[in-house]
């Protein structure tokens, strides 16, 4: 075996054929990849309508182009300048009110699900039935809550309430309810149970158990990810104004149907601005709690 | 006693204050300057159009001809997510190559900034905005969610690029290997689980945006949504509202196990 290798500078015969690129040992495994790859890629092409030769079709390059041609100069008339600023305040409005009313909703249902507030699991015991059940339910109610997205729940709203930022701010409130009190839950039921159990053992009120014994460990995680779902929800209230539930989006929406380019250029230009701006100051709230 | 034995509260800083007070003025001018159409829920009237409107859900259209619909629809969805994020991977890929600082520093802020303002706007304003260039249907849609994930996959390529061990790839440049050869061979190779891992993510998290996207015209169960509700045929609207919190279900169920069976 030890000869299977010559030694350099001998084996001139042996050297000339590796010069060409050595084949490929893995040749048949990345062909057969590539046909079934391909064999899967064209139904996912035809159930897509994936025609881009649409870009090249001569009138909607045209229409693009006077669309795309009236973004510089961005609309900047004192006038419009004023009603996007309404706008976009509208939508932190939104956003701000939302997620109040998610609050109200969701610290509730997290008192009433965290099983770090359970007496008769104390112990290692089983649960009683009745509050596992109670448990249970609103865990189910939170489900159903959040996973009906916020935007499905603005199109619904829009047609009991009408058009305008209420039924943007319930949606944000619904979903945002699901998803913070279930995360809520989560940290807590994670929290060291040490503290919470020995206070209920020796006969504090549940309330002064989460306030004495969970909250020190868990607030700051608590109020960072409140944060992290404001910004969120402003992100989520420019997109819901597209459904028509007012704000940033709403003007956005009526910009483009009207193929104003100008003015959809500002309000983008606007939005990133608002959406890094809420970025940072959420940066900086939660740095200050860590 | 007791009193000497109790800390004494901790100071509240004056920054705290502040910010508290901002937080709780914040809230309440927003609570003060939103027009409110509350009056809808509270008049008698308001109320009977609105439990007329929620009883018109309640028994979901489930003809076999509607229910073929629905299934065409949930495919169109599950197609566009998962060519969006295909595109976006490729896409994504070609913007993490100079992201990651292989041609120079100039060239990886300039196309680090462009991948941020993909990210910055979300994927319906996309759709909507490509819907003037490409019209309606599920293409645009797919675009649209193509653009944004790729601003998305782009950073995080570029970030594992960046993160991955430089000696292989320095080891073969100094044997005189091509570089597109050291970035196949040294390079790619050390990458390719992370690369695969966010995109699967994002394939996750493309078919939950492409459900909705469809409330714009993008194609996919949103666009039936819209039309059956726009034309208050709420029974058929229940049925698309359960496809979609099934499709969804069903997503999160496979990612689950998925990751289980991987991390296990």
């Known amino acids: ?56 079709d001569v ?20 006038q419009f300048l004023l009603i996007v600023l309404e706008a976009t305040w509208q939508t932190i409005a939104m956003a701000t009110a939302g997620l109040t009313l998610a609050l109200i909703g969701a610290i509730p249902m997290t008192l009433i699900v965290t099983e770090r507030l359970s007496i008769s699991r104390l112990g290692g015991k089983k649960m009683h039935r009745l ?6 339910f609103v865990r189910w109610l939170l489900i159903l809550l959040r996973s009906i ?102 003007r956005l929406d009526e910009s483009m149907k009207m193929l104003a380019g100008g003015e959809v250029s500002t309000m983008l230009i606007v939005f990133v601005l608002l959406v890094a701006g809420a970025d940072m100051v959420s940066r900086m709230l939660r740095s200050r709690l860590t | ?33 939103l027009p409110w159409a ?72 300039v196309v680090r900034s462009l991948q941020n303002m993909l990210r910055a706007v979300p994927e319906l304003v996309w759709a909507s905005i490509l819907l003037i260039a490409v019209g309606l249907g599920p293409f645009a849609g797919t675009l649209a969610l193509a653009v944004h994930t790729a601003g998305v996959l782009g950073r995080l390529f570029a970030d594992a690029l960046e993160n991955g061990s430089p000696l292989p790839e320095a080891a073969l440049r100094n044997n005189g290997v091509r570089p597109i050869a050291v970035f196949l061979y040294a390079t790619l190779p050390q990458t390719t689980p992370q690369i695969l891992s966010y995109t699967l993510y994002r394939w996750e998290n493309n078919i939950r945006a492409a459900a909705i996207l469809g409330v714009v015209g993008a194609g996919g169960l949103g666009q039936m949504l819209k039309y059956h509700l726009s034309l208050f045929q709420m029974e058929q609207a229940a049925t698309v509202i359960l496809a979609m919190l099934l499709l969804v279900a069903l997503v999160d169920m496979v990612s689950l196990q998925l990751r289980r069976a991987l991390t296990r």
């Open chain 1, 59 to 78: 009138k909607s390059l045209q229409a693009t182009g006077r669309f795309l041609a009236a973004f510089v100069p961005p609309a900047h008339s004192s």
């Open chain 1, 1 to 56: 075996m030890q000869n299977a290798y010559p030694p350099p500078g001998t084996g001139q015969s042996i050297t000339e054929p590796l010069m060409l690129a050595p084949a490929d040992p893995a040749w048949r495994g990345r062909l057969a990849i590539t046909f079934v790859g391909l064999a899967l890629l064209w139904p996912l092409l035809v159930a897509s309508e994936f025609k881009p030769w649409i870009f090249f």
């Open chain 2, 1 to 33: 006693m007791s009193q000497a034995l109790a800390p004494p509260p901790p100071r509240m800083r004056w920054s705290s204050i502040v910010l508290l007070l901002g937080l709780m003025s914040l809230v309440a001018a927003s609570f003060i300057s």
């Open chain 1, 149 to 250: 997205p916020e935007l499905v729940w603005a199109l619904l709203l829009v047609r009991v309430i009408g058009l305008g930022p209420t039924a943007g701010v319930l949606a944000i409130a619904l979903t945002y309810c699901g998803m913070l009190g279930k995360v809520y839950a989560e940290i807590l039921d994670s929290s060291d149970a040490h503290a919470t159990d020995t206070l209920l053992r020796n006969g504090s009120s549940r309330l002064g158990a989460l306030f004495y014994g969970a909250m020190p460990e868990a607030a700051s995680e608590l109020v960072s990810y409140t944060v992290y779902r404001w910004e969120c929800a402003i992100r989520g209230s420019v997109v819901m104004g597209f459904v028509g539930a007012g704000g940033l989006g709403q």
């Open chain 1, 131 to 136: 509050p596992a059940m109670l448990r249970q």
């Open chain 2, 38 to 109: 509350l009056e809808g829920f509270f008049t008698a009237d308001a109320v009977r159009t609105t439990s007329e409107f929620l009883r018109g859900f309640a028994p979901p259209d489930l003809a076999p001809n509607f229910l073929h619909r629905i299934g065409v629809a949930t495919l169109e969805t599950l197609a566009m997510s998962a060519l969006g994020t295909l595109l976006a991977a490729v896409l994504g890929m070609c913007l993490a190559l100079p992201a990651s600082g292989r041609f120079g520093r100039g060239a990886r802020s």
